[in-house]
C-alpha cells in the first residue's frame, strides 16, 4: 500500500471512528445518560452530518415530455430517441455501418 493511500485510509478511519463517537454521545443523551447543552447537539448532528450519510426521504419525480410517434420526430429527436435505449448507441453505430457499407455499393455500381 502506498504512502498516499496508507495516509487516506487512516485520516477516513479517524472519521469514522470519531462519527462513532459522536454517535455514541448522542444516543447517550437521548436516552438520558448524559447531558449536552443545546449547542453541543447541534454541533454533535451538524458534524455527523458531514461524516455518514443522512437517510431523509427524497421524493423524486420524473416529467415525461410529451411523446410524439416517430414519423412526427426531426431526424435529431429519432437519433436521441435510438441513442438513450439500452445498447442504443451500438444499434445506431450497426445502421450507419450498413448504410455506408450499402451506399459505397451503390456508388460503385
Not at 455514541?24 to 450519510?53: C, H, W, Y
Not at 436521441?80 to 439500452?86: A, D, K, M
Request: net charge positive; glycine share 2%.
Amino acid at each position: 500500500m502506498s504512502t498516499r493511500s496508507a495516509r487516506s485510509f487512516t485520516h477516513r478511519s479517524r472519521e469514522r471512528i470519531k462519527a462513532a463517537k459522536l454517535e455514541k454521545k448522542l444516543i447517550q443523551f437521548v436516552n438520558g445518560e448524559i447531558e449536552m447543552s443545546r449547542v453541543q447537539v447541534s454541533a454533535a448532528t451538524k458534524l455527523l452530518d458531514k461524516v455518514m450519510p443522512n437517510l431523509r426521504a427524497v421524493e423524486i419525480q420524473k416529467i415525461e415530455p410529451e411523446s410524439k410517434s416517430h414519423r412526427e420526430m426531426t431526424d435529431e429527436e429519432l437519433f436521441l430517441e435510438i441513442y438513450r435505449l439500452p445498447g442504443g448507441a451500438e444499434m445506431f453505430y450497426e445502421v450507419i455501418r450498413k448504410w455506408r457499407s450499402e451506399f459505397v455499393r451503390e456508388a460503385s455500381a
